[in-house]
């Protein structure tokens, strides 16, 4: 059958022109991986998306041809998205506070202001 | 939680030995057989879109807007805009109106689509591209486009709408895609005036889009940016080879350009005056920039890369207001715009045809890898 397309794949394809309904089943995309990605070694692996698979193996497969397909890439990681932990986006508050924690950043150290006190004071005495 | 909610962990953590059984949530992957539970869902699959044109859609019932802001929790809702209008992105697990919900639903399942679908025009002369480097590089930019689907798809589905009702909503006519994929690639030239102005098009919209408020689309289309350049790039490259050839070569480029230049006009959607697009979309972040605004950009910066090589474009009016630095041009066919998104372009039964061929001869392949006791997870981010 000729579809009488421009696209020589195309005719080479027996299309169904009957307009018949296509319903793909719910499931049939299979399951959903997150992926993460290595750019070189030694650094971090790094969140870069999803792909969808029916399998960790196949997950890997298309996760190398989404995202490893162009930059630099030497590893990448799949997880299936149902086995990820996450806190509730709504309970971000819960980090509110880790700004203000001087005591535990060197910023919250002034050693040399209590230095050159000591030095000034032993100076003038 | 709110204000009250730092004051609410703490003290939750005091009372429990234990803190993981307190805090932790496993919340952000929704379950899809829970997608009932949005509402908003069911109206989606009953409204039939109207535009699918550019990646822009507009709401034609704004009706619907109002009564589903009654329904939403006025302070959530304040608390909502409030994130938006800081700059905030907003992330899955968080709360948000539905009808944001149900526009960005929209807004990128049409934007996916028409990256598998926009996959099929210039496929038609992989088999015939003159050489073997631009015949690499239409592979790899063919693709590309299908790479970005499933990012785009990816995004969608965080909002709660599975993958395979996205594709059961395309291969239906339910949801649309852009407009300019149901004209036919008939000459090599068209390709080249396919890669450079419809992608160019396409990236003056997704870089508007790439600053809006919803996180996982953001992400997407930063990817695929990047991604676009190289296609504009390559795209711009095969225009001006031709444009700078022989006297035929010349012709055929300014033959496509001819016939392409109505629907790139189209590409942005209906001038602003007729569209009723909401101001609420634009103060949600969802549409970031006026259809006319996003046109007139895109005329500024292509228009006279195409005067430059010395080709025409069928339209008298087309000029420059130095005073106000807007295009002045004559208006598109709106008519034939409408027409050719509800089923009456040229191409777009083959275009879905071929689609549910894909899908048809596909399916025994992933029937026979999937596991229908698998438990579907949305993607988390």
Same mark, same amino acid.
């Given at each position: 059958?000729?579809? +009488?397309?421009?696209?020589?794949?195309?005719?080479?394809? *027996?299309?169904?022109?009957?307009?018949?309904?296509?319903?793909? +089943?719910?499931?049939?995309?299979?399951?959903?991986?997150?992926?993460?990605? +290595?750019?070189?070694?030694?650094?971090?692996?790094?969140?870069?998306?999803?792909?969808?698979?029916?399998?960790?193996?196949?997950?890997?497969?298309?996760? *190398?041809? +989404?995202?490893?397909?162009?930059?630099?890439?030497?590893?990448?990681?799949?997880?299936?998205?149902?086995?990820?932990?996450?806190?509730?986006?709504?309970?971000?508050?819960?980090?509110?506070?880790?700004?203000?924690?001087?005591?535990?950043?060197?910023?919250?150290?002034?050693?040399?202001? *209590?230095?050159?006190?000591?030095?000034?004071?032993?100076?003038?005495? | 939680?709110?204000?009250?909610?730092?004051?609410?962990?703490?003290?939750?953590?005091?009372?429990?030995?234990?803190?993981?059984?307190?805090?932790?949530?496993?919340?952000?992957?929704?379950?899809?057989?829970?997608?009932?539970?949005?509402?908003?869902?069911?109206? %989606?699959?009953?409204?039939?879109?109207?535009?699918?044109?550019?990646?822009?859609?507009?709401? @034609?019932?704004?009706?619907?807007?109002?009564?589903?802001?009654?329904?939403?929790?006025?302070?959530?809702?304040?608390?909502?805009?409030?994130?938006?209008?800081?700059?905030?992105?907003?992330? @899955?697990?968080?709360?948000? @109106?539905?009808? %944001?919900?149900?526009?960005?639903?929209?807004?990128?399942?049409?934007?996916?689509?028409?990256?598998?679908?926009?996959?099929?025009?210039?496929?038609?002369?992989?088999?015939?591209?003159?050489?073997?480097?631009?015949?690499?590089?239409?592979?790899?930019?063919?693709?590309?486009?299908?790479?970005?689907?499933?990012?785009?798809?990816?995004?969608?589905?965080?909002?709660?709408?599975?993958?395979?009702?996205?594709?059961?909503?395309?291969?239906?006519?339910?949801?649309?895609?852009?407009?300019?994929?149901?004209?036919?690639?008939?000459?090599?030239?068209?390709?080249?005036?396919?890669?450079?102005?419809?992608?160019?098009?396409?990236?003056?919209?997704?870089?508007?889009?790439?600053?809006?408020?919803?996180?996982?689309?953001?992400?997407?289309?930063? $990817?695929?940016?990047?991604?676009?350049?190289?296609?504009?790039?390559?795209?711009?490259?095969?225009?001006?080879?031709?444009?700078?050839?022989? @006297?035929?070569?010349?012709?055929?480029?300014?033959?496509?350009?001819? $016939?392409?230049?109505?629907?790139?006009?189209?590409?942005?959607?209906?001038?602003?005056?007729?569209?009723?697009?909401?101001?609420?979309?634009?103060?949600?972040?969802?549409?970031?920039?006026?259809?006319?605004?996003?046109?007139?950009?895109?005329?500024?910066? %292509?228009?006279?890369?195409?005067?430059?090589?010395?080709?025409?474009?069928?339209?008298?009016?087309?000029?420059?207001?130095?005073?106000?630095?807007?295009?002045? %041009?004559?208006?598109?066919?709106?008519?034939?715009?409408?027409?050719?998104?509800?089923?009456?372009?040229?191409?777009?039964?083959?275009?879905?045809?071929?689609?549910?061929?894909?899908?048809?001869?596909?399916?025994?392949?992933?029937?026979?890898?999937?596991?229908?006791?698998?438990?579907?997870?949305?993607?988390?981010?």
């Amino acid at each position: 059958m000729n579809n +009488q397309s421009l696209d020589p794949r195309v005719n080479r394809l *027996k299309l169904n022109a009957s307009g018949e309904a296509v319903t793909v +089943q719910e499931g049939e995309n299979w399951n959903v991986f997150e992926v993460f990605h +290595q750019e070189k070694r030694g650094a971090h692996h790094e969140h870069v998306g999803c792909v969808h698979a029916p399998n960790a193996q196949l997950a890997l497969i298309f996760a *190398k041809e +989404q995202f490893g397909r162009r930059k630099k890439c030497v590893n990448l990681w799949v997880v299936r998205s149902a086995d990820i932990l996450a806190f509730d986006a709504e309970d971000e508050d819960m980090f509110a506070n880790n700004g203000e924690k001087t005591y535990r950043d060197a910023s919250g150290f002034k050693v040399m202001e *209590k230095i050159n006190k000591f030095k000034k004071a032993a100076k003038e005495s | 939680m709110k204000t009250n909610g730092l004051n609410m962990v703490y003290y939750k953590v005091r009372k429990s030995n234990s803190f993981a059984p307190v805090i932790l949530k496993v919340s952000t992957t929704a379950d899809f057989g829970d997608r009932t539970k949005f509402s908003n869902l069911q109206d %989606y699959q009953n409204n039939h879109s109207m535009y699918g044109g550019g990646y822009i859609f507009d709401e @034609p019932n704004n009706r619907q807007l109002k009564e589903e802001q009654i329904h939403d929790d006025p302070e959530k809702l304040t608390e909502f805009e409030d994130r938006i209008s800081r700059g905030e992105k907003i992330e @899955p697990g968080d709360w948000m @109106p539905s009808e %944001y919900r149900r526009q960005l639903i929209r807004l990128i399942e049409q934007h996916a689509h028409s990256e598998i679908i926009g996959a099929l025009p210039e496929g038609t002369w992989i088999t015939r591209a003159p050489g073997f480097k631009r015949k690499l590089a239409l592979i790899a930019k063919v693709q590309d486009e299908i790479g970005h689907g499933q990012l785009l798809y990816n995004a969608a589905e965080t909002l709660g709408k599975s993958r395979e009702a996205m594709i059961n909503d395309l291969l239906s006519g339910k949801s649309k895609y852009s407009n300019v994929f149901n004209y036919p690639a008939e000459t090599w030239a068209d390709v080249t005036v396919i890669g450079f102005l419809i992608d160019a098009a396409a990236i003056v919209n997704q870089i508007a889009n790439s600053k809006g408020s919803y996180g996982p689309y953001c992400r997407a289309l930063e $990817r695929i940016c990047y991604e676009e350049s190289f296609h504009l790039k390559q795209g711009h490259d095969a225009f001006v080879e031709l444009a700078a050839g022989t @006297p035929a070569q010349r012709e055929m480029v300014q033959d496509a350009l001819n $016939r392409w230049w109505q629907p790139i006009m189209h590409f942005f959607g209906p001038p602003d005056k007729n569209s009723t697009h909401s101001e609420k979309l634009m103060q949600w972040k969802v549409k970031m920039a006026s259809n006319d605004d996003m046109r007139n950009q895109f005329l500024d910066t %292509y228009v006279p890369k195409i005067w430059d090589m010395g080709l025409t474009l069928p339209d008298e009016k087309l000029k420059k207001d130095e005073a106000t630095g807007k295009w002045d %041009y004559s208006d598109p066919d709106w008519d034939l715009f409408k027409i050719v998104i509800n089923g009456g372009g040229p191409c777009n039964k083959e275009r879905l045809d071929v689609r549910k061929w894909a899908e048809e001869h596909g399916r025994w392949v992933r029937k026979a890898l999937m596991n229908p006791k698998d438990k579907i997870s949305a993607p988390v981010a």
